[in-house]
């Protein structure tokens, strides 16, 4: 594709669900980046992969999170046992290998009832 | 710990006419970049302009310049002649190899376009 999509654009979910977020990044873009974005607030690392391994992980919030990215291409990011406190927009980007701009998606608005 | 600060929650600004976005930052780092992303209601993240630390000139996109302040770490974009369709949320964003690759972003401008 011409972006960097994200799917789904919208997820509503109950305490204590399991969810997972989807992100295709641009095509032979061999960096990918997931940020979280509360209300009203500015985007926050969670994580970085380089190819298929996570090369930073250090700004998931806790063990309920985890992502990955199996043939370095589509990742997942993955929420178990949501709390109401995890919503916000999750916003994926790409870029190519060592170069600074990184290229966002639409996000996915997460909300967790 | 690199930080960075936007202190103006709120612009309004009158069509054609140009305003000044603040952004100050904090770092230890010699070799970094700086960004100006915009974010429409869309939640689309756009990058409007970047800088290179190691660049004294600074960088312009258009309407879009910034004013790069290294010593004092600051970095202001102003945009002239600003349309309607500038109305959007303004992010300063920082990134340095040194710190991992990963975007550090102020908290955000809300700038209104007004006709």
């Known amino acids: 594709g011409a972006g960097v999509s994200q799917t789904p654009s919208n997820k509503v979910t109950e305490k204590g669900k399991y969810v997972e977020l989807r992100c295709d990044p641009i095509?032979?873009?061999?960096?990918l980046y997931w940020y979280r974005q509360s209300l009203g607030q500015g985007p926050e690392f969670l994580i970085y992969?380089?190819?298929?391994?996570?090369?930073?992980d250090s700004g998931l919030p806790n063990d309920r999170f985890f992502a990955v990215r199996p043939e370095g291409s589509v990742s997942t990011l993955k929420i178990q046992r949501t709390e109401r406190g995890d919503s916000a927009v999750y916003l994926c980007a790409s870029s190519l290998l060592l170069d600074n701009e990184q290229f966002f998606g639409p996000g996915t608005r997460l909300t967790v009832l | 710990a690199q930080t960075v600060t936007q202190s103006q929650p709120e612009m309004s600004v009158q069509e054609a006419e140009t305003v000044t976005l603040s952004c100050t930052y904090d770092t230890s780092e010699n070799n970094y970049y700086l960004f100006w992303y915009k974010q429409p209601p869309s939640r689309q993240m756009i990058l409007v302009i970047r800088?290179?630390?190691?660049?004294?000139q600074n960088a312009t996109e258009n309407r879009f310049s910034v004013n790069f302040q290294k010593a004092a770490k600051s970095f202001s974009l102003k945009i002239s002649d600003s349309q309607l369709g500038d109305t959007a949320m303004y992010f300063c964003?920082?990134?340095?190899?040194?710190?991992?690759?990963?975007?550090?972003f102020g908290a955000g401008t809300i700038l209104r376009v007004k006709s």
């Open positions: 992969f380089q190819g298929t391994g996570a090369a930073d």
């Open positions: 800088q290179e630390a190691y660049k004294q």
């Open positions: 095509s032979g873009h061999t960096a």
């Open positions: 964003a920082f990134i340095s190899m040194e710190y991992g690759n990963k975007l550090v």
